[in-house]
């Protein structure tokens, strides 16, 4: 485990004058296992998820469904999960492809 991730729901609300405010509600921080994308056999073999930039892998959380609606902060990224995957159908880990998402500028 070489990283510490946040996993984060994203909520919309209206502020006093009615305007929607997103706020991010971090729903777990756990230490994580980090890959980036490259040209190993295990990424090749992911041709499907080709938008995935970032896999995690970690534990799984007791009593927390992970979805593609929640985003993983990672050393000051965003990422959008792409897929959760239970490692081996044992509920032990967690495999989760993620695309990590840029700033948008102007």
């Known amino acids: ?9 994203e909520t ?10 997103k706020t991010d509600t971090i729903v777990a921080s ?14 090749v073999n992911r041709a499907a998820f080709s ?3 970032d896999l ?3 534990r799984t959380i007791p009593g927390l469904t992970l979805t593609t ?21 044992k509920k032990m880990y967690l495999e989760v492809l993620a695309k990590r998402l840029e700033a948008s500028h102007g």
């Open 1 to 9: 485990m070489n990283v510490r991730i946040s996993i984060v729901e």
């Open 12 to 21: 919309v609300g209206k502020d006093a004058e009615g305007f929607a405010t």
């Open 30 to 43: 756990v230490q994580a296992y980090r890959e980036g994308r490259h040209g190993s056999q295990k990424w």
């Open 51 to 53: 938008e995935a930039t």
């Open 56 to 58: 995690f892998r970690f």
């Open 69 to 89: 609606e929640q985003v993983v902060l990672c050393d000051g990224e965003r990422f959008e999960i792409t897929s959760v995957e239970d490692v081996k159908g």
